[in-house]
């Protein structure tokens, strides 16, 4: 028995014998056999194929089915996958789609990926294709139905993705028992998978239209896909129903404008926004409506958050002037480059806090700023006071040209003021846009006229407004190189998105001019006009990669990056490393690579495998824009790989790899702190020890010094997220940096940086869209998320010093030790528990306070017990409690839980950030507020500032 | 016992006793239709699977193969002898001792070296008796064709025809016959080039014809 066990046969010699017999049954018994056995003898039968086929070919054979799957076997294992297909279509029903055999899995995916190829050329072609094989489809449909079958749910719902049969897809998801999983599970499939946007739109309408039949819809899914789609009655009809029923309706209502309000899409928001004017419906309960109405406009408007975010950046401010005043002391005598930077530095530190302290401490210092840094300075002025709509032009008052009165002030302050009254609109600029109009009509100096451009480039961001894209291109037109450059960029920031036409007027104008600048701002802004469209700019692309002027090149990079931006596809990533390696000019070299850093941002974890070889290029350009591209993809992520990538390249042998290298670091880095990666704390201390340097070169110096602003951006409560949570791209930050990364030809545009960052807030809401006191839990431990520790007063030798101080603590315990050896050594153990207590002490109630408050000094004691004595100190809590509002970082979002039983319930239970309506459960009851307060120094402008604007 | 078996067992009587009466036809009749039960039964290769009846079914089907290449000699179809012997093949290699040896297997092993021989397949000859265990050559079926093939590749064309006589089995004379015909085929593609003329009786001898009748047949046969 033991050797009938393992009785197999040879060869199918005897097996291919017998299909030669005579014998109907005994072919087909010789064929079942050849079946079951084609995995072990293909080689034999192979030789026999031609007999097999002319079974299959003939017609009177009743098995021509079961032929053909063992000739498609037998070439599947030969590796002709193409004729195993064909065959194996020819098997039909014998062609088992739920078999888990290698043969049957490899044919499957072959056949799925001939059909999806077939749909897809399908879907591309003008004229009629032949039909697809129906024997091809059959075998598509009875596989998806197998997946439904088995409640592979997630397989069906991308194998239908896949292959264009949205009647499938749709089949799939209404059979699933969690239809809202399945649902949002099929919004990020067709985000990350679907690469053709026309046809991801497709996916999404029929997504919504499942939605929609749900009993319960959930309308925050709905608008986020209608925002993409770019449905703004659709969105206005469901926030009206909304708004007339219940109180939490309402609260849905408002949460939807907040989360389409961090997608930052102006045009779709004021669409909106008018839509809802229009409906306003006669109704009993009028009064109720109305306000909410007025409420929800306020969100949509974007003032809402915008003034929430302005209050929390001012009450949570954490900038550290010592490391400002280190920098300034440093770069003293350094000249103009390094005074700027400083300023932008300190503009960049308080972007939206309104905390202007450092440029009132300092007003001597500051009125060394002439001509564009002048400009620049004023500007930065805008970045401080970023959000503060209500009292923004009161504040740039005393710059501002004044009407008619030419000759005032000097051009470059009022021009930086214009400038500064964009930044502070932007994106949201219904207010100030007829304003910014009249200033740029009123005035023929052109540093005036770039402020103005500029200004309402960011202030009507998106909008298409026809009035003040001729407004500019008047200016265009004039054939002024400074003015031209920002007009070329205003265009381009107004038609954000659009594919319009007049992207080919713009070219025209770029093939007419003389003037490199006014090409260049041209060229960027053509390529802003593609932003986010995908395929529809490729005729554009080609047109301007193709160019024999390299800077119009250079703008088919920006085109290229910004209308893929944050899709990786892998079209755009290949034509991108294309002209990485092969453009003759540097500038098209360099921001091929750095366009990849936008094309990847979706994928961060992607950017740095793929940019590490072009980062150890000769060519500096090149290095340059890899570490660009790493920065702008893994911005504020903290990554890794990227910050290994950038830390080579921050002691590159050229002076602008370090630059851009360490702002490169810099962005990656924002908002993380020593204890979550050591790397941060080497990075701040190679910042200091650059910028203190003598020695150094201007150019790394400057880095370091923006790199110092970005770190610690935004009073220490911003990052840099080109992404919304939910996943879709933030308009105005990637606008923001791409323009950003412009600074290397010209340095007033690194202000554009501001517009990248997004405030690390949760800010709890409740139906009157006040701040209650309110408690939740970060499951994670308060250090690792904690501020960065301030500075020590000697700051200019702390790097070199925190080391001695724990060598030396350790060394004296040491010798203590020694000396007292065995008398003192239990009363100096005991002095340890105590300190190690005390200090416990400490750390349990710096984490009860909310804010964290630590004063840095025991926090640093700590590290000095940890690391020197042997860990006697208790360990830290595993969580922390926070209240509303809170600073949460992005990492540190998935920690966050609500506490069971608490009075308040968001209304949407993930993703866990930024504005967040809560439901009470205790409406009955007095609710306590948190009181915000704007900047107290609202309307008064920096007094020194006025005097620089005089002289 | 098992109705299939039956059944079986009895068309093997009824064809034997029709290959006792030589009654050829009917023969093969009984054979197809044994080939087309056989199909019914699980435990033949190439699935093996171990049945109660494994054994009794394994040796009927042996059995049944072997009559098939006996009679396929029988009716001189070299076609049905090499199918039949290949079906047969996995009863003699791949069993593995789950039925006893069988007695024709030499025999038949033999003569498939024959047929291979007389289809000049020198090749395929080889691969066979490297299949075959190093002491089956000391036996007498398997010796005769290695040695025929000996004297073949050699040019020793009389002593391949002289060995007809000395043929183990009586399947053999009908390849044996073949043979000569393939030798003297040879010996006259040489004698063609080698001499000009060649007197009746030379001829006769190389040729190896006992009278002048069959040399004279021969040469009409040739031209």
Request: with cysteine; net charge negative.
């Amino acid at each position: 028995a033991m050797a009938a066990a393992a009785a197999t046969v040879s060869s199918a010699g005897g097996i291919l014998a017998m299909l030669h017999e005579p014998a109907e049954e005994l072919k087909l018994h010789a064929l079942a056999s050849l079946n079951s056995v084609v995995h072990l003898f293909y080689p034999e039968i192979s030789t026999s194929i031609p007999a097999i086929e002319s079974m299959y070919e003939d017609d009177e054979f009743d098995q021509r089915q079961l032929a053909a799957l063992v000739v498609s076997k037998v070439f599947y294992y030969l590796g002709e996958l193409n004729d195993a297909l064909s065959y194996a279509l020819g098997a039909g029903p014998l062609f088992d789609v739920s078999e888990d055999s290698d043969y049957a899995q490899a044919l499957l995916a072959k056949a799925l990926d001939e059909y999806a190829s077939f749909k897809t050329r399908a879907s591309k072609a003008m004229e009629e294709l032949e039909n697809v094989d129906p024997r091809l489809e059959t075998i598509v449909e009875r596989m998806l139905e197998r997946c439904i079958l088995d409640g592979k749910y997630q397989q069906a719902m991308g194998m239908a993705v896949e292959c264009r049969r949205l009647d499938k897809l749709e089949e799939a998801i209404v059979q699933c028992a969690n239809i809202h999983g399945v649902l949002s599970y099929c919004i990020s499939l067709s985000h990350q998978y679907v690469s053709h946007r026309e046809y991801r739109s497709e996916i999404l309408r029929c997504l919504v239209k499942i939605y929609q039949t749900l009993p319960h819809p959930d309308y925050l899914s709905i608008c986020q896909c209608l925002m993409v789609l770019g449905e703004p009655e659709t969105v206005a009809d469901i926030l009206d129903t909304l708004l007339s029923g219940s109180q939490d309706d309402a609260l849905i209502a408002y949460q939807i404008a907040f989360d389409l309000v961090e997608n930052e899409n102006q045009a779709f928001l004021l669409n909106v926004g008018n839509r809802l004017d229009s409906q306003t419906p006669v109704d009993p309960k009028e009064a109720a409506h109305a306000d909410r109405l007025a409420k929800l406009k306020g969100i949509l408007s974007g003032e809402k958050s915008i003034q929430l975010t302005l209050q929390f950046l001012y009450s949570h401010n954490r900038s550290d002037l010592l490391i400002l005043k280190t920098i300034k002391q440093a770069v003293e005598t350094s000249g103009n480059v390094c005074h700027s930077a400083t300023i932008c530095s300190n503009a960049i530190m308080h972007a939206g806090t309104t905390v202007d302290t450092f440029l009132r401490e300092n007003l001597e210092w500051l009125s060394k700023a002439t001509n564009w840094a002048k400009f620049s300075a004023t500007a930065g002025l805008g970045v401080i006071h970023r959000g503060h709509l209500q009292q923004g032009r009161a504040l740039m008052a005393p710059y501002l040209p004044q009407n008619g009165a030419v000759g005032g002030g000097s051009p470059y302050s009022e021009g930086g003021a214009l400038y500064a009254l964009g930044l502070i609109h932007a994106n949201h600029g219904e207010g100030i846009k007829q304003f910014l109009r009249e200033s740029l009509r009123n005035t023929s100096a052109e540093v005036i006229q770039h402020g103005a451009c500029l200004g309402l480039g960011l202030a009507s961001l998106g909008t298409a407004d026809e009035e003040v894209f001729e407004d500019i291109k008047n200016v265009l037109y004039t054939d002024s190189a400074v003015a031209g450059e920002a007009a070329g960029i205003g265009m381009g920031l107004l038609m954000v998105g659009t594919a319009s036409e007049k992207a080919g007027e713009m070219l025209a104008y770029a093939h007419d001019t003389q003037h490199e600048k006014i090409i260049r701002g041209l060229a960027l802004g053509i390529a802003l006009t593609m932003y986010g469209r995908e395929e529809e700019a490729d005729t554009l692309i080609e047109q301007m990669t193709r160019d024999q002027d390299p800077i119009l090149r250079y703008g088919g990079m920006y085109a290229l990056a910004l209308a893929y931006r944050g899709t990786a596809n892998n079209k755009a990533i290949h034509q991108l490393l294309h002209f990485a390696v092969s453009d003759v000019s540097d500038d098209v070299r360099r921001t091929a690579v750095m366009g990849l850093g936008f094309v990847l941002y979706n994928e961060p974890e992607q950017t740095p495998r793929i940019v590490s070889l072009l980062s150890e290029s000769y060519n500096p350009h090149v290095r340059y824009g890899a570490a660009l591209a790493v920065g702008i993809s893994c911005a504020g992520t903290g990554l890794s790989d990227a910050i290994s990538l950038l830390e080579p390249l921050t002691s590159d042998v050229v002076d602008f790899v370090r630059q851009g290298a360490l702002i490169a670091m810099a962005i990656v880095m924002i908002q993380t702190n020593e204890s979550f990666d050591s790397r941060v704390g080497t990075f701040r201390r190679q910042l200091q020890k650059i910028i203190l340097d003598k020695h150094e070169d201007t150019m790394s110096k400057m880095g370091a010094i923006l790199a110092s602003g970005i770190l610690d951006a935004g009073g220490r409560n911003v990052t840099i997220k080109l992404r919304s949570r939910n996943k879709h791209d933030k308009l105005t930050a990637v606008i923001g940096l791409a323009v950003f990364t412009q600074f290397w030809h010209w340095y007033p545009l690194l202000y554009f940086i501001s517009l990248a960052f997004s405030p690390t807030a949760i800010i709890g809401l409740n139906s009157n869209l006040e701040v209650p006191k309110f408690e939740f839990m970060s499951h994670a431990k308060p250090s690792l998320f904690e501020y960065p520790k301030p500075t020590t007063q000697q700051a200019t030798t702390s790097a070199v010093e925190l080391p001695t101080a724990i060598l030396s603590t350790y060394a004296k315990a040491k010798s203590r030790a020694k000396k007292d050896a065995e008398s003192k050594a239990a009363a100096n153990q005991e002095k340890t528990a105590a300190e190690a207590e005390s200090k416990a002490a400490n750390q349990e109630k710096s984490t009860e306070d909310a804010s964290g408050s630590t004063s840095g000094k025991a926090a640093d004691a700590m590290q000095v017990d940890s690391s020197a004595e042997k860990k006697a100190a208790e360990p830290e809590p595993a969580f922390q409690i926070l209240t509303n509002p809170a600073r949460v970082v992005p990492l540190q979002e998935k920690f966050i839980k609500f506490i069971e039983g608490s009075r308040y319930v968001p209304v949407r239970p993930a993703p866990c950030g930024g504005f967040i309506l809560l439901r009470d459960t205790q409406p009955s009851e007095a609710e306590e507020l948190v009181v915000l307060t704007d900047a107290p120094a609202t309307g008064q402008p920096v007094p020194g500032a006025s005097a620089m604007a005089v002289d | 016992m098992d109705p299939k078996l039956v059944e079986v067992t009895q068309l093997i009587d009824r064809f034997k006793a029709a290959f006792k009466a030589s009654n050829f036809d009917v023969c093969s009749t009984l054979l197809s239709q044994l080939k087309v039960l056989l199909t019914k039964f699980p435990s033949l290769p190439p699935v093996f699977q171990q049945t109660p009846n494994a054994v009794e079914e394994l040796k009927l089907a042996r059995e049944i193969y072997e009559q098939a290449v006996i009679l396929s000699v029988k009716m001189e179809d070299q076609d049905a002898f090499e199918r039949d012997f290949c079906q047969l093949k996995p009863y003699y290699m791949d069993t593995c001792g789950i039925i006893p040896p069988s007695s024709e297997e030499y025999p038949i092993m033999g003569a498939n070296l024959l047929r291979l021989l007389v289809q000049n397949r020198i090749a395929e000859f080889h691969t066979e008796l490297e299949l075959l265990p190093a002491k089956a050559l000391d036996n007498a079926y398997i010796k005769h064709g290695v040695e025929l093939e000996q004297s073949f590749m050699e040019g020793a064309y009389n002593r391949v025809l002289s060995a007809r006589q000395t043929a183990p089995h009586e399947t053999y004379i009908y390849f044996m016959d073949l043979l000569v015909k393939t030798v003297r085929d040879e010996i006259a593609g040489c004698s063609e080039k080698g001499y000009d003329y060649l007197s009746i009786n030379d001829a006769k001898q190389m040729f190896k014809f006992s009278s002048d009748k069959e040399l004279q047949q021969y040469i009409a046969e040739v031209n």
